[in-house]
Antibody, heavy 123, light 106 residues
Framework: VQLVQSGAEVRKPGASVKLSCKAS????????VHWVRQAPGQGLEWMGW????????NYTQMFEGRVTLTTDTSINTAYMELSSLTFDDTAVYFC?????????????????WGQGSLVIVSS | DIQLTQSPSSLSASVGDRVTITCRAS??????LNWYQQHPGKAPKLLIY???NLQSGVPSRFSGSGSGTDFTLTISNLQPEDFATYYC??????????FGQGTRLE
């Protein structure tokens, strides 16, 4: 199983960023994909999930309205778009796979992770 | 949201030691508690899920226990590669899932 994320991005406050996460060596539609971020020197913060099979999504309240998760199942890729960026959004963003097979429910157990994408918000 | 408090925040140990990290939840979470290991500049790695289930490929020197609000991660016979930061995560009241603040093992 591999999750390969897009590279580092630099954005100005108020802009948007869209990150990608390409999955391989497993059935992409059978596992939920989650996004977790980590600010410099800080802990882990869950952002939301997407079910590649149905396209259903769920976002934590903190990001509701600013984050959009999508997938392109034809190329086994998940995307995370975050808008209205502020300096506090400077972080490494990880995509991660749910441990449970089936694409029906998510366990929130994250068994495989991408390498992370650094987003820097700077004026 | 459920808050998780890890103790200690940092811990000094030596190769061969046995160490224990504690995670306390702000309300009962049954056994829905996971542990991750993270090395600097790397993604977290799932070690244990649902309190005591060892993730595939994780050495048996890692073990977890607990229920309700109090949980522990124990590492026996510390190896050089075990020096990292450890996070607990609750999945009981999810979404949202939440993480502890981390314990740095050095």
């Amino acid at each position: 199983v591999q999750l390969v994320q897009s590279g580092a991005e630099v954005r100005k406050p108020g802009a948007s960023v869209k990150l990608s996460c390409k999955a391989s060596e497993y059935t992409f539609s059978a596992y939920f994909v989650h996004w977790v971020r980590q600010a410099p020197g800080q802990g882990l913060e869950w952002m939301g999930w997407i079910n590649p099979k149905s396209g259903a999504t769920n976002y934590t309240q903190m990001f509701e309205g600013r984050v959009t998760l999508t997938t392109d199942t034809s190329i086994n890729t998940a995307y995370m778009e975050l808008s209205s960026l502020t300096f506090d959004d400077t972080a490494v963003y990880f995509c991660t796979r749910d441990r449970v097979w089936g694409g029906v429910v998510t366990s929130f157990d994250f068994d495989f992770w991408g390498q992370g994408s650094l987003v820097i918000v700077s004026s | 949201d459920i808050q998780l408090t890890q103790s200690p925040s940092s811990l000094s140990a030596s190769v061969g030691d046995r160490v224990t990290i504690t995670c306390r939840a702000s309300q009962p979470i049954s056994r829905f508690l996971n542990w991750y290991q993270q090395h600097p500049g790397k993604a977290p790695k799932l070690l244990i899920y649902v309190t005591s289930n060892l993730q595939s490929g994780v050495p048996s020197r890692f073990s977890g226990s607990g229920s309700g609000t109090d949980f522990t991660l124990t590492i026996s016979n510390l190896q050089p590669e075990d020096f990292a930061t450890y996070y607990c995560q609750q999945t009981y009241n999810s979404p949202p899932t939440t993480f502890g603040q981390g314990t740095r093992l050095e």
